[in-house]
C-alpha cells in the first residue's frame, strides 16, 4: 500500500490542479493505463534474455541470479547506512 502511494503521489497532485473532474479522472485513467503497459512491457524485456539464460547452461543461470542478489543486498545495506542516523 506504500509503495503504490509513493509512486502515485506525482499523479495525485497532478490531479488535484485539474480544473475539472473529468480532467482529473482523464489524468488517473492515463496513469492507470500507461503504468499497466510501461510494466507489461518491462516485463518481456527484462524476462526474454533471463529465459533464454535459463534455458542455457545451468551454472550460468545460478552466477546470474546470485550476482543480481548481491548487488540488490549491497545497494540496500549503502541505503541503510547513509540512512542510518535518521533511523536512530
Do not use: D, K
Request: aromatic share 6%.
Amino acid at each position: 500500500m506504500v509503495h503504490g502511494a509513493a509512486g502515485s503521489a506525482g499523479m495525485l497532485v497532478l490531479a488535484a490542479a485539474a480544473n475539472s473532474l473529468g480532467n482529473a479522472l482523464g489524468f488517473i485513467i492515463a496513469f492507470g493505463a500507461g503504468s499497466i503497459l510501461g510494466m507489461t512491457v518491462l516485463s518481456f524485456v527484462a524476462s526474454y534474455p533471463l529465459q533464454a539464460l535459463e534455458r542455457g547452461t545451468r551454472w550460468l543461470n545460478l552466477i546470474t541470479t546470485a550476482s543480481i542478489g548481491c548487488i540488490a543486498l549491497i545497494i540496500g545495506s549503502l541505503r541503510l547506512l547513509e540512512n542510518w542516523s535518521a533511523l536512530s
